[in-house]
T-cell receptor, first 114, second 111 residues
Framework: NAGVIQTPRHKVTGKGQEATLWCEPI?????VFWYRQTIVQGLEFLTY????????DSGMPKERFSAQMPNQSHSTLKIQSTQPQDSAVYLC????????????FGPGTRLTVL | SQWGEENLQALSIQEGEDVTMNCSYK?????VHWYRQDSGRGPALIIL?????REKRSGRLRATLDTSSQSSSLSITAAQCEDTAVYFC???????????FGTGTSLLVDP
């Protein structure tokens, strides 16, 4: 079991460019979560998929951020027109549905917007 | 101690000592998760305690939960250098899936 895989591990973009972050959940896990981690805000929930369907995106900034889960083996988080304040570590987690929601995190993608 | 939203705390102890980290949360939760995060890695779940449990043990770890005071604690017995990490509590605010993380306690265990 390779755990949750996130690529790339580091990404540097210029202000205004687009960034796409990838997540491969643990095989068999039906729930996928995205979180953002910064020094100032800590760990914040962004969005959640269950069986590939978007369930809760209440933590997603309304503009420029979008997430998809086109199949059970990967999810993407896309940030359009990146801004310096988007700089953070973006974490993906997966879990089995209904098992206390024990979430297994990937190593994260560190996004730096210059 | 850490709240649901603020106050990162730093602790420094010697190897072999016991240590307790506290977490206070503001809203109802069905479960408290305790995670540790090593530098450059994602959080890793180390112990989970449900609202109907008062205590949970796993090896050298012991978690307690007091729902009346909305607080939880994580104790490490005979800490080792490899216990050096940032420890987070997380609650689900009754939603079961959306975790709200505390600000974390940075633990340094010196040899």
């Amino acid at each position: 079991n390779a755990g949750v895989i996130q690529t790339p591990r580091h990404k540097v973009t210029g202000k205004g460019q687009e960034a796409t972050l990838w997540c491969e959940p643990i095989s068999g896990h039906s729930a996928v979560f995205w979180y953002r981690q910064t020094i100032v805000q800590g760990l914040e929930f962004l969005t959640y998929f269950r069986n590939q369907a978007p369930i809760d995106d209440s933590g997603m900034p309304k503009e420029r951020f979008s997430a998809q889960m086109p199949n059970q083996s990967h999810s993407t988080l896309k940030i359009q027109s990146t801004q310096p304040q988007d700089s953070a570590v973006y974490l993906c987690a997966s879990s089995l549905w209904g098992v206390s929601y024990e979430q297994y995190f990937g190593p994260g993608t560190r996004l730096t917007v210059l | 101690s850490q709240w649901g939203e603020e106050n990162l705390q730093a602790l420094s102890i010697q190897e072999g000592e016991d240590v307790t980290m506290n977490c206070s949360y503001k809203t109802y939760t069905t479960v408290v998760h305790w995670y540790r995060q090593d530098s450059g890695r994602g959080p890793a779940l180390i112990i989970l305690i449900r609202s109907n449990e008062r205590e949970k043990r796993s090896g050298r770890l012991r978690a307690t939960l007091d729902t009346s005071s909305q607080s939880s604690s994580l104790s490490i017995t005979a800490a080792q250098c490899e216990d050096t990490a940032v420890y987070f509590c997380a609650t689900d605010r009754g939603m079961g899936y959306k975790l709200t993380f505390g600000t974390g306690t940075s633990l340094l265990v010196d040899p």
